[in-house]
């Protein structure tokens, strides 16, 4: 069985290398299954559709659509202002800014791939035009475009729920602090950089600035608060909070800053729609291919792996194994959680891993997936959005590449720093 499970994950990887739709991939894979197997054609099909039954998915393309009309509604550019009154006295001070506008534009996208669309057009070329090296502008806007899906609301943290079953409101809290800390340690390697560089600052500091600016931004700031405020609290189910996040999102677009036209509302409901119907298929499959390999015993044969290689008590050992097969999955697969973590979910539950402690760990690995070479694609998105070369972003992006991973060791042996809220508040 494991061969046939080794000719399953070949097949993925090919088809995936070879540039073929991933959903492509993926139900090549199962189909190579079910003919080797011997299987029931109709596995398949049954396998997606209770891939995509869970309730919790229909969270999903609500917070899609929601994040596409703020981000249609030109909302970075309040959001900018605020971050410049805040950082732009800082050596390198655009740099940081970039940072905080990820916290901030990331926690209402939910999305790493729209935050850097949405914020990268916009502040690569004024650091281009600041002085900044155009590869070392690239390669920050992409990694800081991670901490978008720590901060809540975040798509895979709800796909995280969906497979897994563990809370949305305690991923949601869990996500809070780490996504915090990593901006702390990404901002930190840039006070470096700024200084060996001699960076300089963009502005000066003036409260009176920061009180207009917040103004300003008050609104969009508060649809986090208020979403992860309803879920905690019990006020909102998490698809009564995905709906809510569209409705607030409509009316501070059309009725209060009246930045969004019914034109522009089409195109967003349609790329809305285009891509919930691809992440959906994405995780149907994924779980046709989870059932597929647990059909295979992989699970089993990664659990007993892990005892023979770590015989004792700590599960760190064990933590560090999976997270580095799903960042090698995470270098080729997006979005990599529905279709890693059927696989790990009976270790995890064998080994009695805090699941909440895990997943903000697992989102933590989907960041260094996308940014960690040879694929890298959130920098090749940057790359291009910058019109820059990418192994000069690959390059510039190390720095970064280092910070992440000391943060994920940080997470790993410290998991406090994810669990204390969850656990202070639920």
Same mark, same amino acid.
């Given at each position: 069985m494991l061969f046939l499970a080794l000719a399953v994950i070949l097949t993925l990887c090919v088809l995936a290398l070879m540039g073929m739709p991933i959903i492509v991939a993926l139900a090549s894979s199962v189909i190579v299954f079910l003919m080797v197997s011997g299987g029931w054609e109709l596995s398949l099909p049954q396998q997606v559709l209770s891939g995509i039954s869970d309730y919790v998915l229909i969270t999903l393309p609500l917070f899609i659509l929601a994040g596409g009309i703020m981000n249609a509604s030109g909302i970075a550019d309040r959001l900018f202002d605020l971050a410049a009154a805040i950082f732009g006295w800082m050596r390198g001070g655009l740099a940081h800014v970039d940072i905080a506008v990820s916290v901030m534009f990331g926690g209402m996208i939910g999305t790493s791939v729209a935050d850097l669309a949405g914020s990268a057009s916009v502040i690569i070329p004024k650091m281009k035009k600041n002085g900044y090296p155009g590869p070392f502008a690239a390669a920050l806007s992409a990694t800081s475009s991670g901490i978008g899906i720590l901060v809540p609301p975040s798509s895979p943290m709800i796909l995280y729920s969906a497979v897994t079953g563990t809370s949305l409101g305690a991923l949601f809290l869990a996500g809070l602090v780490p996504g915090l800390v990593l901006a702390g340690t990404?901002?930190?390697?840039?006070?470096?950089?700024?200084?060996?560089?001699?960076?300089?600052p963009m502005q000066c500091f003036a409260w009176h600035e920061v009180m207009r600016t917040g103004k300003r931004a008050l609104l969009p700031m508060g649809l986090p608060g208020l979403i992860l405020g309803g879920l905690v609290f019990g006020i909102l189910t998490p698809s009564e909070a995905g709906a809510f996040a569209v409705a607030y999102a409509l009316l501070l677009s059309m009725a209060v800053y009246k930045t969004l036209t019914f034109r522009d509302l089409r195109t967003v409901l349609v790329e809305a729609t285009v891509l919930t119907g691809e992440v959906m298929l994405v995780v149907g499959f994924s779980v046709a291919l989870g059932w597929a390999l647990s059909e295979a015993r992989v699970p089993v044969a990664l659990a007993d792996l892990m005892q023979a290689l770590f015989p004792f008590e700590s599960t760190v050992p064990q933590i560090m194994l999976m997270l580095l097969l799903a960042l090698i999955a995470g270098m080729v697969l997006d979005p990599l959680i529905p279709m890693i973590m059927?696989?790990?979910? #009976?270790? !995890?539950? &064998?080994?009695?891993?805090? +699941?909440?402690?895990?997943?903000?760990?697992m989102v933590v690995t989907v960041v260094l997936g996308q940014v960690t070479?040879?694929?890298?694609?959130?920098?090749?998105?940057?790359?291009?959005?910058?019109?820059?070369?990418?192994?000069?972003?690959?390059?510039?992006?190390? #720095?970064? !590449?280092? &910070?992440?991973?000391?943060? +994920?060791?940080?997470?790993?042996?410290?998991?406090?720093i994810a669990t204390w809220l969850p656990n202070l508040v639920m």
């Amino acid at each position: 069985m494991l061969f046939l499970a080794l000719a399953v994950i070949l097949t993925l990887c090919v088809l995936a290398l070879m540039g073929m739709p991933i959903i492509v991939a993926l139900a090549s894979s199962v189909i190579v299954f079910l003919m080797v197997s011997g299987g029931w054609e109709l596995s398949l099909p049954q396998q997606v559709l209770s891939g995509i039954s869970d309730y919790v998915l229909i969270t999903l393309p609500l917070f899609i659509l929601a994040g596409g009309i703020m981000n249609a509604s030109g909302i970075a550019d309040r959001l900018f202002d605020l971050a410049a009154a805040i950082f732009g006295w800082m050596r390198g001070g655009l740099a940081h800014v970039d940072i905080a506008v990820s916290v901030m534009f990331g926690g209402m996208i939910g999305t790493s791939v729209a935050d850097l669309a949405g914020s990268a057009s916009v502040i690569i070329p004024k650091m281009k035009k600041n002085g900044y090296p155009g590869p070392f502008a690239a390669a920050l806007s992409a990694t800081s475009s991670g901490i978008g899906i720590l901060v809540p609301p975040s798509s895979p943290m709800i796909l995280y729920s969906a497979v897994t079953g563990t809370s949305l409101g305690a991923l949601f809290l869990a996500g809070l602090v780490p996504g915090l800390v990593l901006a702390g340690t990404l901002m930190l390697t840039v006070a470096i950089l700024a200084r060996k560089n001699d960076w300089k600052p963009m502005q000066c500091f003036a409260w009176h600035e920061v009180m207009r600016t917040g103004k300003r931004a008050l609104l969009p700031m508060g649809l986090p608060g208020l979403i992860l405020g309803g879920l905690v609290f019990g006020i909102l189910t998490p698809s009564e909070a995905g709906a809510f996040a569209v409705a607030y999102a409509l009316l501070l677009s059309m009725a209060v800053y009246k930045t969004l036209t019914f034109r522009d509302l089409r195109t967003v409901l349609v790329e809305a729609t285009v891509l919930t119907g691809e992440v959906m298929l994405v995780v149907g499959f994924s779980v046709a291919l989870g059932w597929a390999l647990s059909e295979a015993r992989v699970p089993v044969a990664l659990a007993d792996l892990m005892q023979a290689l770590f015989p004792f008590e700590s599960t760190v050992p064990q933590i560090m194994l999976m997270l580095l097969l799903a960042l090698i999955a995470g270098m080729v697969l997006d979005p990599l959680i529905p279709m890693i973590m059927p696989i790990l979910l #009976p270790s !995890l539950m &064998a080994l009695d891993i805090d +699941l909440v402690h895990f997943g903000v760990l697992m989102v933590v690995t989907v960041v260094l997936g996308q940014v960690t070479p040879p694929v890298a694609l959130a920098l090749i998105v940057a790359a291009r959005i910058g019109k820059e070369d990418v192994i000069a972003t690959f390059r510039a992006n190390t #720095p970064f !590449l280092i &910070a992440m991973f000391l943060f +994920l060791l940080l997470l790993i042996f410290v998991p406090s720093i994810a669990t204390w809220l969850p656990n202070l508040v639920m």
